[in-house]
């Protein structure tokens, strides 16, 4: 969800409907740690705050942001879940593995969701440093993660 605000959490209430009879899968990348617990809380929170009941919400853990897109797919191809939120976080490095990893994780993620018809949602920090991955979890810019859930939500009621 784009914003023409600085802060991620500032964003419209338009079609944030009832939700709390919706299921929520969160798969949360464990590479990054301290910034993907920290997006995890943001979206868990959200989801809470927006009357989704706390059984409705089920994590899972893959061990690194490439493994979201299958993570994905297996919580998208639950009949139960209605929405899947994909949390992580890439750092560029001096290679271009950086590059090679977030388009890959940005396909998968959009293929899982044409696939199974239900919003999956790319919470994926893609920094240029720790510093702006903290700031875009939970710091100065906001919660990527409160972001990723409202999306989910708006998207659910589509």
Same mark, same amino acid.
């Not at 868990?44 to 059984?55: A, D, I, W």
């Given at each position: 969800? *784009? *914003?023409? %605000?600085?802060?991620? !959490? #500032?964003? *419209?209430?338009?079609?944030? !409907?009832? $939700? +709390?009879? =919706?299921?929520?899968?969160? /798969? $949360?990348?464990?590479?990054?740690?301290?910034?993907?617990?920290?997006?995890?809380?943001?979206?868990?929170?959200?989801?809470?705050?927006?009357? $989704?009941?706390?059984?409705?919400? /089920?994590?899972?853990? #893959?061990?690194?942001?490439?493994?979201?897109?299958?993570?994905?797919?297996?919580?998208?191809?639950?009949?139960? @879940? +209605?929405? /899947?939120?994909?949390?992580?976080?890439?750092?560029?490095?001096?290679?271009? %593995?950086?590059?090679?990893?977030?388009?890959? @994780?940005?396909?998968?993620?959009?293929?899982?969701?044409?696939?199974?018809?239900?919003?999956? /949602?790319? !919470?994926?920090?893609?920094?240029? *440093? %720790?510093?702006?991955?903290? +700031?875009?979890?939970? !710091?100065?810019?906001?919660? =990527?993660?409160?972001?990723?859930? @409202?999306?989910?939500?708006?998207?659910?009621?589509?």
């Amino acid at each position: 969800m *784009s *914003s023409a %605000h600085q802060t991620l !959490g #500032v964003f *419209s209430n338009r079609n944030l !409907g009832e $939700v +709390d009879d =919706k299921r929520f899968a969160i /798969v $949360v990348a464990e590479w990054n740690e301290e910034v993907t617990e920290r997006l995890y809380n943001g979206a868990l929170s959200t989801l809470l705050n927006e009357g $989704v009941r706390e059984t409705n919400v /089920v994590r899972k853990e #893959v061990p690194g942001s490439f493994e979201l897109s299958l993570g994905a797919q297996y919580m998208a191809q639950w009949k139960e @879940i +209605d929405a /899947v939120i994909c949390l992580g976080c890439v750092i560029r490095g001096e290679t271009p %593995h950086f590059e090679y990893i977030c388009q890959a @994780i940005a396909y998968g993620l959009t293929e899982v969701g044409l696939k199974y018809n239900k919003p999956v /949602v790319f !919470g994926v920090l893609t920094t240029d *440093s %720790h510093e702006q991955a903290m +700031d875009r979890a939970g !710091g100065k810019f906001g919660n =990527k993660g409160s972001e990723a859930a @409202i999306t989910a939500i708006k998207m659910l009621n589509f």
